[in-house]
């Protein structure tokens, strides 16, 4: 058999039923994220493709480095990563110095994105839930389960399930894998680059 989703959907559709998930929880995991040369390779594969003249030469849309930079910050979360760079190379066509045609860098694209995603979040989230973000960053770079926020924030495991649930369903936290019986979680790129804690890329 072979389930196709992100890992928080099908955890979530396969996990509900008991007959389903003894089939395939917890005896058949997920499939690792791609290595960051298989996801450049996938990349690369991808502009060749779209190219009309084959004769022609291929300039990237980003730097390979900021394209690797990306996905380490989004930690494997393909879907995220591909969704930052086509933003990122949207928002910034035809508007870069320099060459008249030349591959985006990493800090340019963090810099056009982050108020973007600011924003969002601030929509999104109260300050109270925005602090708890940056709590789970500082203190858990990372992974943190819920038992670890419970004894951090010093509040009930049904109060931490709630801002948990709240933060994976706007897509600022995300399941990493699961030790013994409890989830590890993190924020996700997004997050981090809403927060401004993305670092340096290279």
């Not at 779209?50 to 291929?58: A, G, M, N, Q, W």
């Not at 694209?109 to 709590?135: F, H, K, N, Q």
């Not at 500082?138 to 951090?152: I, K």
């Amino acid at each position: 058999w072979l389930v196709v989703g992100t890992s928080d959907e099908t955890l979530g559709i396969l996990g509900s039923y008991p007959q389903v998930r003894s089939v395939f929880l917890p005896s058949h995991p997920p499939l690792a994220p791609l290595s960051t040369d298989d996801f450049l390779g996938l990349l690369h594969a991808r502009y060749e493709f779209l190219v009309e003249k084959k004769s022609r030469e291929i300039v990237l849309p980003v730097e390979d480095e900021a394209a690797a930079a990306v996905y380490t910050l989004f930690r494997g979360d393909l879907r995220g990563a591909l969704r930052t760079l086509e933003q990122g190379c949207l928002s910034l066509a035809g508007l870069t110095e320099g060459e008249p045609v030349r591959p985006l860098r990493y800090e340019e694209i963090l810099a056009t994105l982050r108020p973007v995603y600011e924003a969002e979040m601030l929509a999104d989230l109260s300050a109270t839930m925005i602090g708890r973000m940056r709590e789970i960053a500082e203190a858990h770079g990372e992974g943190v389960t819920q038992g670890d926020l419970r004894e951090a924030w010093d509040v009930t495991a049904q109060r931490v399930s709630q801002v948990v649930g709240q933060l994976e369903q706007r897509g600022y936290l995300r399941q990493l894998e699961v030790e013994g019986r409890a989830k590890v979680y993190s924020l996700t790129g997004t997050g981090r680059i809403a927060l401004g804690l993305t670092g340096s890329g290279g």
